[in-house]
T-cell receptor, first 117, second 114 residues
Framework: AQKVTQAQTEISVVEKEDVTLDCVYE???????LFWYKQPPSGELVFLIR??????QNEISGRYSWNFQKSTSSFNFTITASQVVDSAVYFC??????????????FGEGTQLTVNP | DGGITQSPKYLFRKEGQNVTLSCEQN?????MYWYRQDPGQGLRLIYY???????QKGDIAEGYSVSREKKESFPLTVTSAQKNPTAFYLC?????????????FGSGTRLTVV
């Protein structure tokens, strides 16, 4: 069975602070994919990044960066110089292939990030 | 533009009634999914379908039913057997093959039992 744990339920920071959202996952599959999604107050989930289990390179996209470490089964997400518009719920998710075809996406419980001006 | 349309955005149901949530996609995706979101519990999988006329139960299928008569449509019925249906419901779709494709999500339907 797959499991994703986001231990931080809520985080509150002041604008321009850096903030890291933690994600720990469990799976027996050797091939899997990890995702981060952002859910603004409107409710729709917005895709941020995908990382496969064979690629441990860290990635940076503007103010966002991701640190993938298979040794600790973690896929942490850092926002540098946070802004008020970053306020949202952030979900980490794990995708594994199904026996027949397709995939199954398992979500963590989400971290509510509030950036105060 | 391609995407997923969920309707209605807000839905109110009296206890004992069945209600159907609509989900339509024009992305030509084979797979479609229904998730339920409760505060502090993340998203939980209700049902999913990898192909037309076939669907599988997820983790919390009791009290729900689905159909997949067309590739573009995957409606979810919340039946009176669902004990606590008040929640936010999200529909998603993806390419069928492989685990590497992310999901595209609709904007959700907020169901409230009154």
């Amino acid at each position: 069975a797959q499991k994703v744990t986001q231990a931080q339920t809520e985080i509150s920071v002041v604008e321009k602070e850096d903030v890291t959202l933690d994600c720990v996952y469990e799976t027996r599959d050797t091939t899997y994919y990890l995702f981060w999604y952002k859910q603004p107050p409107s409710g729709e989930l917005v895709f941020l990044i995908r990382r496969n289990s064979f690629d441990e390179q860290n990635e940076i996209s503007g103010r966002y960066s991701w640190n993938f470490q298979k040794s600790t089964s973690s896929f942490n997400f850092t926002i540098t110089a946070s802004q008020v518009v970053d306020s949202a719920v952030y979900f980490c998710a794990l995708s594994v292939p199904l026996e027949t075809s397709g995939s199954r996406l398992t979500f963590g419980e989400g971290t509510q990030l509030t950036v105060n001006p | 533009d391609g995407g997923i349309t969920q309707s209605p955005k807000y839905l109110f149901r009296k206890e004992g009634q069945n209600v159907t949530l609509s989900c339509e996609q024009n992305l030509n995706h084979d797979a479609m999914y229904w998730y339920r979101q409760d505060p502090g519990q993340g998203l939980r999988l209700i049902y999913y379908s990898q192909i037309v006329n076939d669907f599988q139960k997820g983790d919390i299928a009791e009290g729900y039913s689905v159909s997949r008569e067309k590739k573009e449509s995957f409606p979810l019925t919340v039946t009176s057997a669902q004990k606590n249906p008040t929640a936010f419901y999200l529909c998603a779709s993806s390419m069928r093959q492989g685990a590497n494709y992310g999901y595209t999500f609709g904007s959700g339907t907020r169901l409230t039992v009154v």
